[in-house]
């Protein structure tokens, strides 16, 4: 199985601030990548496809990068909505398989 | 506008079995791989079983195989999850999800598995 690794596993940032969430593949995905966020009580919503497509509706402050094993989501001037968890999951091959999540707090 | 919306859930003894199901609208639903994700209680997301667009391919984590059965009818735009032999460690928030590059989910509905 893929084994996803997120970094780091917890976060706290200022608004305004500009921070970079890492997940690290155990084999190479071909950017069969995603990213979600998750906010308390709610279902995860998809934010990144395909390591760096942002989704319709997402604000452009998120965006995705990355190849190979290695990528990476970054949160421009971060706002008081964006806390929550951030997972990674890869696409490429069954069994999918999902990182353990970044948790945002918002100071 | 995508809706996915599941049902089936509830509180069931260990060794018993549970049908969910989930209704799509809004998207050609028989174009779209399907799935069933679910997240244990204060836990992380744990991806459970997927079928393709005829449903005449199924793909299933280790720990459900035998015990879980994912299908789909194009016909009335729904996807079932066929839980038996339940076990404790099966308590978790069921989420129904297309696939299209990541996942777009339902609200999930929760089963619980206690005696």
């Known amino acids: 199985d893929i084994q996803m690794t997120q970094s780091p596993a917890s976060l706290s940032a200022s608004l305004g601030e500009t921070v970079s969430l890492e997940c690290l593949a155990s084999e190479g995905l071909f950017n069969s990548l995603a990213w979600y966020q998750q906010k308390p009580g709610k279902s995860p919503q998809l934010l990144i496809s395909?390591?760096?497509r942002l989704q319709d509706g997402v604000p452009s402050r998120f965006s995705g990068r990355g190849s190979g094993t290695q990528y990476s989501l970054k949160i421009s001037a971060i706002q008081p909505e964006d806390e929550g968890i951030y997972y990674c999951q890869q696409g490429y091959k069954y069994p999918l398989t999902f990182g353990s999540g970044t948790k945002l707090e918002i100071k | 506008e995508v809706q996915l919306v599941e049902s089936g859930g509830g509180l069931v003894q260990p060794g018993r079995s549970l049908k969910l199901s989930c209704a799509a609208s809004?998207?050609?639903?028989?174009?779209?791989?399907m799935a069933w994700v679910r997240q244990a209680p204060t836990k992380g997301l744990e991806w459970v079983a997927s079928i393709n667009t005829d449903g005449g391919n199924t793909y299933y984590r280790d720990s459900v195989k035998g015990r879980f059965t994912i299908s789909r009818d194009n016909a009335r735009n729904t996807l079932y999850l066929q839980i038996d032999s339940l076990r404790s460690e099966d308590t978790a928030t069921y989420y129904c999800?297309?696939?299209?590059?990541?996942?777009?989910w339902g609200q999930g509905v929760m089963v619980t598995v206690s005696s």
């Open positions: 999800a297309k696939w299209d590059g990541g996942y777009f």
């Open positions: 395909g390591g760096s």
């Open positions: 809004g998207f050609s639903y028989s174009h779209y791989v």
